[in-house]
């Protein structure tokens, strides 16, 4: 295995962080989060920070934060389950080009992007999810422990969400189709939970404040409330958790199949991931909950999906199993700046240009998303080469976004 690449930050109070930064630019206020994180109680060691770390609502994006006993709500975030899918297909790249404007269209054809209308209808073309065959699925795999958890915290759920089924979203999510370094055509997809996520995720960071404002416990950040498992509502927590987890990787499988469908293609090779999560795991001897904000699981032999921005390039890649990082790696390039400095800072044409060669959208609707609003992902992956080891270059063909803004997240 590479020698360790991170470096420690003292948090106070005997706390630290240890931070895959070489090369890459940590915002201070991301730090000032990760510190504050590192200073919870029921955190176990340290937190790990990833290199493509930036401030987020709550807790850091791009932040690993293991602890014994409670789970932090904000830590996992509002796009819970949030994640990547990726499937090689027989298309070779050669075929793919001169139809790249084809696969756009197909794409955008079958599956709901953008603002949905509660998972209805698109706010532009009109398309129509197909509600028969989503409520069967909802019916078969979630209403049963959905409505389980309504009867106990009714503030948890919101209307339509088995119509979000096969619905990407907005803002950073997206649809690409990509082309490896042997020309084999990839599709690949970002997306979560969708509305449920988002009102889970709410609920339960509130609920975790109002507790610890009950048991007098002090907070480096009232965002960094945390549920102890010794309670009633760490369970349903956990419930509603693996529920809105399972919701946003079924919701990830349907796009594809669809997708898949309407290209007339097969799946070769498949990778998928979390990369907004919480689990129990076992590390340095200990079983503890590891709560990765915008980091994917990168246990030896994982395969894990790092995107770029979409002008760039992505990576398939194979986990080293670094316990200093509590088995984790990024899971993109990471923001360089909020979504509305980007606006401010670029025009239509850097857009155009950071683009050129990419069949995507092309307007002022995206300019938030422009690569240039992104890290540099080549030294991103640079930073982290003692964590993951790159098995597929994907450059992109395609690119599918939601138009609407998004809280970043």
């Known amino acids: 295995m590479s020698e360790p690449l991170f470096e420690v930050i003292d948090a106070g109070n005997g706390r630290i962080i240890k931070a895959w930064k070489k090369g890459v630019p940590f915002e201070d206020k991301a730090v000032e989060q990760l510190k504050n994180s590192a200073r919870l109680p029921c955190v176990f060691r340290y937190v790990a920070a990833m290199p493509d770390t930036h401030w987020g609502m709550g807790a850091t994006v791009g932040s690993v934060l293991p602890t014994k006993g409670a789970i932090v709500p904000a830590a996992v975030g509002v796009d819970i389950g949030c994640g990547m899918m990726a499937v090689c297909t027989p298309l070779a790249g050669a075929e793919a080009r001169p139809k790249a404007a084809d696969l756009r269209t197909r794409i955008e054809a079958v599956v709901p992007h953008g603002r949905t209308d509660n998972g209805g209808l698109r706010d532009i073309g009109g398309w129509s999810n197909t509600p028969d065959d989503i409520r069967k699925i909802w019916d078969a795999e979630f209403s049963e422990k959905y409505d389980e958890l309504a009867a106990r915290h009714s503030g948890a759920i919101t209307k339509n969400t088995h119509r979000h089924l096969g619905t990407l979203g907005t803002g950073n999510h997206f649809i690409e189709v990509c082309v490896d370094e ?140 670094s316990e200093h990082s509590f088995c984790s790696c990024s899971h993109g390039a990471g923001r360089a700046m909020g979504r509305q400095e980007a606006k401010r800072r670029f025009t239509v044409e850097d857009h155009l240009r950071a683009t050129e060669g990419v069949e995507c959208h092309k307007g002022a609707e995206v300019i938030d998303e422009t690569p240039a609003a992104y890290k540099d992902i080549d030294a991103v992956m640079a930073a982290q080469r003692d964590l993951v080891e790159i098995v597929h270059v994907l450059k992109q063909l395609v690119c599918v976004k939601g138009l609407g803004d998004n809280d970043r997240r």
Request: proline share 2%.
């Open 182 to 321: 042997s020309d084999r055509v990839w599709i690949m997809l970002h997306s979560g939970s969708r509305g449920m996520g988002n009102k889970i995720g709410g609920y339960f960071t509130k609920l975790a404040q109002q507790l610890c404002e009950r048991w007098f416990i002090e907070l480096p950040d009232r965002n960094l409330a945390y549920l102890p498992m010794s309670t009633a509502e760490f369970n349903d927590y956990l419930k509603a958790l693996n529920l809105a987890q399972k919701f946003a990787w079924r919701n990830r499988e349907i796009m594809m199949a669809r997708i898949l469908e309407a290209l007339g293609v097969t799946g070769a090779e498949e990778v998928h991931c979390h990369h907004n999560y919480s689990a129990l795991e076992q590390h340095f001897g200990e079983n503890i909950w590891v709560t990765r904000k915008g980091a994917v699981r990168a246990r030896e032999g994982d395969l894990g999906i790092i995107p770029g921005s979409m002008g760039a390039r992505s990576y398939i890649v194979r986990g080293l199993g």
